[in-house]
């Protein structure tokens, strides 16, 4: 089993930034891809960044440009840093990881992140 812990969530304005961190715990030697996924009120959970081991990443449209997914190996933690954030980014973002990439084996319970003037 792998537990994941989010952390970094919270309000900013929009323009502004944030960094989220994902924390693995646990059976950390199964896990070959991690990444971010966002889910607002009403819609449906999409994802957003991931990242292999190797630290191939991929972004979705939306986050291209203005996301980087980074990881420390070492920390097990994946991060997302987050700039030029707008009100449209406003969600519950969760960090999944897995033995695959798209990751979602095992998913953290979610920080919220809410963008707003």
């Known amino acids: 089993q792998v537990q994941l812990v989010e952390s970094g969530g919270g309000m900013v304005q929009p323009g502004g930034s944030l960094r989220l961190s994902c924390k693995a715990s646990g059976n950390t030697g199964e896990i070959y891809c991690m990444g971010w996924y966002r889910q607002a009120p009403g819609k449906e959970r999409e994802g957003v960044a991931l990242?292999?081991?190797?630290?191939?990443?991929d972004y979705a449209d939306s986050a291209k440009g203005r996301f980087t997914i980074s990881q420390d190996n070492a920390k097990n933690t994946v991060y997302l840093q987050m700039n030029n954030l707008k009100p449209e980014d406003t969600a519950m973002y969760y960090c999944?990881?897995?033995?695959?990439?798209?990751?979602?084996?095992?998913w953290g319970r979610g920080t919220q992140v809410t963008v707003s003037s």
């Open positions: 990242i292999d081991t190797s630290g191939g990443a």
């Open positions: 999944a990881a897995g033995p695959s990439c798209p990751p979602g084996a095992y």
